[in-house]
């Protein structure tokens, strides 16, 4: 029987109801998210005082009939003790790193003399408590940290810029301790928006090169060697002439070096991406005193703390910005994000967005097309896509100062390019001009192409001075046609060497390489030392673009050098290259190099020597055997007397059979 009771205890101790989980079921406890199981639940009594689940032992150590109960707890001779009252819950911390562990307990009934009708157990014998457990877990879900920054502005010439930098947490557990430090390195940070609120703190960040700005000066003597500013306690240990031994205590940590007149001394005091320091300029030392300038590093960032960022949910800055007046033409603003999940794993996150400034000048080179040649057209005509006044080309460059303020002495240089000319005939032009803020300016020329063509003109330039800075800009190099005629010639010849006596056929051709008719007349001479035979030595008509023409005559060489001269080239057009000149060119019997042969169609009654009949077999035999005519005729004359006698023997030889 006592067995029996003891196996029934023991099953009694173990029976406990597990309640239905819930969804996401975690908890903050002193700044660290916990996360429990599935809750279970039990009655402990005096006959069934403990039950053990997890590890843990849970044992009832008393009751006061008043609805509370004292417990005990214990894992792995860890024992821990605590009262619940009915409806509180209990933690008992079984940590022993930054990860906690436990078991949570709420007391659901505890019995209670004064409750009517009794809540749970028998006065005085039997006290009991329903209690309900849950057991810590690992928390795995995490937290996502995401940091943007974004820029904006009015107009790309507003001098001030809007920044918003958004924190996210997009993660499934909450950031905890999240530090955003802006960086805007040569921008100044304007009171406004969330800046004017107070909650930021400025600071100098050590990611850029630190500038200083002047604080005020000090005379300090023997008698008054020390001053307190800002945290830093300042004073010359020894004054000598021309040097100061300075020591700077801040915080605690002390520095010391020594000071020269008219140079400076850097007191650094950092702590990681913050810079804390102070720089000191010694204007005057003597043994007797010494004026010291006291220098800070200028601000380049700003700080904004969140105790806690929950899962799921952002933070949001806005900060106002005024671009200074420089020549700087990029600015950035960064964001550095640093937090830590509740187990203290850290998070840190970056990002930037960069601003592009216009350049101070925008400058721009334009130009007309221009027209070559005869009064073909009206002054102001259109040719397609051509359209010019008469032959002029007009250039025009336009300069804009993009600026919100005035700049002087700005100097405009433009080149005339090789191939064209300007009233004066100047090969360069230039001015010099000052510019209000939003100014526009224009400048014009006139040029004049010598011939037809394509042509790409060079860049003007632009250069000024600004914030005690030169600086230069180049314009585009546009691109302008000039049409016109343009003609083009060749000579060619049958023959590369030629010898007194011989007949030359040649051939003049004519070609207009332009894009432009034209009205031409050109005249070939007879050579020197030749005879004309036939054929036309002019020609007069319009070439179109791309049309040919050709002067075609036939001469007999009567030297064995001849040169031909540059034909007479005659048209309206005047004032600029209209052809290409040809130059005088001579064959003789001596030409190395064979020119090419003309297909040359002679003109009528041209009088060309005929080419010699080709000599026949006969008479190159006769030629060569001359002894053989002879020969010939002894030996047909053998072969006649030869078949007489044979005829004759057969006739013979008929009359003796009969």
């Not at 603003?333 to 187990?343: L, N, P």
Request: hydrophobic share 35%; aromatic share 10%.
């Amino acid at each position: 029987m006592r067995l029996l009771f003891s196996i029934l205890a023991a099953m009694i101790v173990v029976i406990f109801t597990v309640n239905s989980a819930v969804a996401d079921d975690c908890e903050i406890h002193d700044e660290q998210e916990i996360c429990w199981e599935d809750s279970k639940s039990t009655t402990l009594s005096w006959t069934y005082p403990q039950v053990t689940q997890g590890g843990y032992t849970m044992e009832a150590r008393d009751f006061d009939w008043l609805g509370s109960i004292s417990m005990r707890v214990s894992k792995n001779g860890v024992v821990k003790e605590g009262v619940l009252t009915e409806g509180e819950s209990y933690l008992f911390d079984f940590s022993n790193n930054s990860t906690f562990e436990g078991i949570k307990i709420i007391a659901d009934k505890v019995s209670n003399i004064n409750s009517f009708p009794t809540n749970i157990g028998t006065f005085p014998r039997d006290p009991q408590a329903k209690i309900a457990f849950k057991l810590s877990i690992p928390n795995k879900k995490k937290p996502t940290l995401e940091l943007e920054v974004s820029t904006e502005r009015r107009t790309e010439n507003d001098l001030t810029i809007t920044a918003k930098i958004d924190t996210k947490n997009s993660g499934e557990s909450d950031l905890v301790d999240t530090q955003v430090r802006i960086l805007f390195d040569g921008l100044e940070v304007m009171n406004e928006f969330d800046f004017e609120k107070g909650s930021m703190i400025e600071l100098t960040s050590s990611d850029y090169e630190i500038k200083w700005e002047n604080v005020s000066s000090y005379d300090l003597t023997p008698g008054n060697p020390g001053i307190i500013m800002n945290g830093y306690f300042i004073k010359v240990l020894n004054f000598s002439n021309k040097t100061a031994l300075i020591n700077i205590d801040y915080s605690g940590s002390m520095k010391t070096d020594e000071l020269p007149e008219g140079g400076s001394i850097v007191f650094g005091f950092s702590r990681e991406n913050e810079y804390n320091g102070i720089r000191i300029l010694g204007m005057h030392i003597s043994n007797y005193s010494a004026k010291l300038v006291v220098q800070y590093p200028k601000r380049n960032s700003v700080k904004q703390r969140y105790p806690i960022i929950l899962a799921g949910s952002s933070e949001s800055i806005t900060l106002g910005f005024r671009i200074p007046l420089s020549t700087r033409k990029t600015y950035t603003v960064s964001a550095i994000a640093t937090a830590k999940d509740r187990k203290g794993n850290n998070y840190s996150k970056s990002a930037s967005n960069t601003i592009s400034l216009q350049n101070t000048f925008k400058i721009n080179k334009i130009t007309s097309d221009s027209i070559l040649g005869e009064s073909l057209y009206p002054k102001n005509s259109r040719v397609g896509e051509i359209a010019s006044i008469k032959n002029l080309t007009y250039v025009m460059i336009t300069v804009d100062n993009l600026a919100n303020y005035p700049v002087n002495n700005v100097k405009l240089k433009d080149t005339i390019l090789p191939g064209f000319e300007e009233d004066g005939n100047r090969t360069s032009i230039s001015w010099n001009f000052d510019m209000n803020a939003r100014d526009h300016k224009e400048f014009t020329y006139m040029i004049m192409a010598k011939r037809q063509g394509v042509y790409n003109l060079p860049r003007a330039q632009l250069t000024w001075n600004e914030f005690q800075e030169d600086f230069s800009l180049e314009s585009n190099g546009p691109r302008t046609i000039v049409s016109g005629p343009y003609i083009v010639m060749e000579r060619s010849f049958n023959k590369s060497n030629i010898n007194i006596g011989d007949t030359i056929l040649a051939s003049l051709s004519i070609t207009n390489n332009g894009d432009m008719p034209i009205n031409i007349m050109i005249n070939d001479s007879v050579p020197q030392n030749t005879t004309f035979n036939s054929g036309t030595l002019s020609f007069s008509g319009f070439l179109r673009p791309t049309e040919s023409a050709r002067i075609d005559y036939a001469i007999t060489a009567n030297d064995d050098v001849i040169e031909f001269k540059p034909p007479e080239m005659r048209s309206n057009n005047q004032g600029f290259e209209w052809y290409e000149p040809l130059p005088s060119l001579k064959i003789s019997g001596y030409s190395p190099v064979p020119a090419a042969t003309p297909t040359i169609i002679p003109a009528e009654n041209a009088k060309i020597p005929q080419k010699p009949q080709g000599k026949g077999i006969i008479r190159m035999i006769d030629e060569r055997f001359p002894w053989l005519e002879g020969a010939i005729s002894i030996i047909t004359l053998l072969s006649g007397i030869l078949l007489l006698m044979i005829l004759n023997k057969k006739k013979y030889f008929r009359t003796y059979e009969k």
